[in-house]
């Protein structure tokens, strides 16, 4: 009997506190609840805000860093083209050397090959 009454005096607690619920403590919850939604999304935006932020000047970085390296590059092409025209400047010049040095080879053989059937035709007559 004892349970059946502590069982009745909490259910009638509960009742008496659901009802004792007034339409301030409503409205107040109402507005705390959207107090905090408009919190939360203020919060929100500024993270978003704050990370295209973040977002905007990295990749005003990476395109600065993009542009130096492209610069880095036209530089070094500019100068491996400079140095190519200048060894292949150098090969023609050595390619003319050579030619020259042959065709006086050449020319000194022609040379010593008459020079030889001369002594030769000298050396018949006598």
């Known amino acids: 009997m004892k349970t059946l009454f502590k069982t009745l005096f909490v259910a009638a607690a509960v009742a008496l506190g659901t009802a004792a619920c007034t339409e301030?403590?409503?409205?107040?919850?109402?507005?705390?609840?959207?107090?905090?939604?408009?919190?939360?999304?203020?919060?929100?935006?500024?993270?978003?805000?704050?990370?295209?932020?973040?977002?905007?000047?990295?990749?005003?970085?990476?395109?600065?860093?993009?542009?130096?390296?492209?610069?880095?590059?036209?530089?070094?092409?500019?100068?491996?083209?400079?140095?190519?025209?200048?060894?292949g400047a150098k090969m023609d010049a050595a390619g003319e050397k050579l030619d020259a040095k042959m065709k006086a080879v050449g020319d000194a053989a022609e040379r010593t090959a008459a020079q030889a059937k001369e002594n030769a035709k000298e050396a018949a007559r006598k």
């Open 24 to 87: 301030t403590d409503k409205k107040n919850a109402e507005a705390t609840a959207e107090s905090a939604a408009t919190t939360a999304e203020t919060a929100t935006e500024s993270a978003a805000d704050r990370t295209n932020a973040k977002l905007d000047r990295a990749s005003k970085k990476l395109d600065a860093a993009t542009e130096k390296l492209e610069a880095k590059m036209d530089a070094a092409s500019d100068k491996l083209d400079a140095k190519m025209a200048k060894a």
